[in-house]
């Protein structure tokens, strides 16, 4: 699995977001000139956190993004599921069926429950870790 900009982009503009929401809505200017990103493309990503519920858009003079839920309640795995889309280590696991049928040794390949127990620890490590965790 490679994590991408648009990942890592969409992490820091959330913990962005959670560290200054206080304050009242957070402009995209304002994320984009801390972290130093292109207003274009994290305006692509937040639209999708926006989308999928992780956060809420304001409009208007005073407006901008704030966190739906609390910083407490949001994972690394909510992000990453978002900008990703689904998480396989390997094709054979972590769909929704199980194996990939179009492998030849699916059913039967030695490496497949340890495949299996990675990607479930992987999943678990992801969805231990909170924006909170990630303000600190």
């Not at 994972?75 to 978002?82: E, G, P």
């Not at 889309?85 to 069926?97: A, E, H």
Request: hydrophobic content about 40%.
């Amino acid at each position: 699995m490679n994590v991408t900009r648009r990942t890592m982009y969409g992490l820091q503009a959330a913990v962005d977001i959670a560290a200054h929401q206080a304050e009242g809505p957070v402009k995209l200017r304002e994320i984009s000139a801390r972290l130093g990103r292109s207003k274009p493309f994290l305006g692509q990503i937040l639209a999708a956190l926006n989308f999928s519920g992780i956060l809420e858009t304001r409009r208007g003079p005073h407006g901008g993004y704030l966190l739906r839920r609390s910083a407490t309640e949001i994972t690394l795995f909510d992000i990453l599921s978002i900008t990703e889309g689904p998480m396989r280590l390997v094709p054979c696991v972590g769909t929704p069926g199980g194996a990939d049928e179009a492998c030849p040794f699916a059913g039967r390949c030695p490496a497949g429950p340890v495949w299996a127990d990675i990607h479930d620890q992987m999943l678990n490590l992801f969805r231990g870790v909170t924006l909170h965790d990630l303000c600190g």
